[in-house]
């Protein structure tokens, strides 16, 4: 009788995971109260354009196209990303539709050698931004901290381009940089990011991600992440003068004072022309 409820038990299990091949994904316990239920595996955001670019000021949001111009959102990252030029910005991995973090870090599968790993990149340091020629894209120098397993690789700075063609295409990719994640090469990791969400007020860009690996290290993810930079896109406040020395003037002012020639108390009759002194 045993062997029977056994054989049974077996083959329920083996049709339920012929039919269903997430069974290994599921709890005992989930397997045994609901045999027939596929288990809800949460897939990481596909890399995607959007139809329009929210953009936040003045603690209102809305979708660019409505009412700002492809200008407008260039120098507004513009001012934001030279705001926080040599900062150090965080990133995390977050939700597409509320755009708030659900890990302080992204993360992809990839394998390094023969041995699986996760690699992580929980911040960014932005070391240069400039305008690149025509005025519709910006030059940046990126520099993630990537790690995997505990580890962190040496990584050179990302040469990479800020290009926004209109309200709905702003793409940020770079060429690939290198980390040395082996000791028998150099892995090249190449970023794209297309950003949907731009908040000026606290200085968020969020969008579609993805990141390949190739080389010694290989693999690869998507998903949707948040960069936080630690200043907003306003004000712009650049020390284009020195500051007035007060102290230095007026010193100036009394050099002045003790040098000019002392005007005569009384009119000067030179050949029929008065000569009147000048009041101070």
């Known amino acids: 009788m045993r062997k029977l409820i056994g054989k049974i038990l077996f083959l329920g299990l083996a049709v339920t995971g012929a039919s269903s091949c ?114 519709t894209s910006l030059n940046l120098v990126l520099n993630y901290n990537v790690t995997y397993n505990g580890q962190s690789p040496d990584c050179k700075p990302a040469k990479t381009l800020l290009y926004v063609k209109d309200t709905s295409n702003i793409v940020m990719e770079d060429g690939g940089y290198m980390c040395r994640m082996t000791s028998i090469g150099q892995t090249m990791i190449k970023t794209l990011f297309v950003i949907d969400y731009i908040d000026l007020d606290y200085g968020y860009i969020g969008g579609f991600y993805s990141v390949g690996l190739s080389g010694p290290a290989f693999g690869g993810g998507t998903g949707y992440m948040l960069i936080r930079l630690p200043k907003d896109a306003y004000p712009l406040s650049p020390e284009l003068t020195n500051p007035r020395n007060t102290q230095a003037i007026n010193d100036g002012r009394q050099i002045l004072y003790e040098n000019a020639p002392v005007a005569p108390s009384e009119p000067v009759n030179s050949g029929g022309v008065q000569v009147f002194p000048i009041n101070k």
């Open 22 to 135: 997430d069974i290994w994904n599921r709890s005992l316990q989930d397997v045994l109260n609901h045999p027939f239920q596929k288990a809800e595996i949460q897939e990481p955001a596909p890399l995607r354009m959007p139809n329009s670019v929210v953009v936040c000021r003045t603690k209102q949001c809305a979708p660019a196209k409505l009412s700002m111009s492809r200008e407008y959102i260039y120098n507004s990252l513009l001012h934001l990303l030279d705001n926080n030029n040599r900062q150090n910005a965080l990133i995390c991995a977050a939700d597409a539709g509320t755009h708030a973090c659900i890990e302080n870090y992204i993360s992809l599968p990839i394998r390094v050698g023969i041995t699986p790993a996760y690699m992580y990149v929980d911040s960014v340091k932005i070391t240069n931004v400039s305008v690149a020629k025509g005025n």
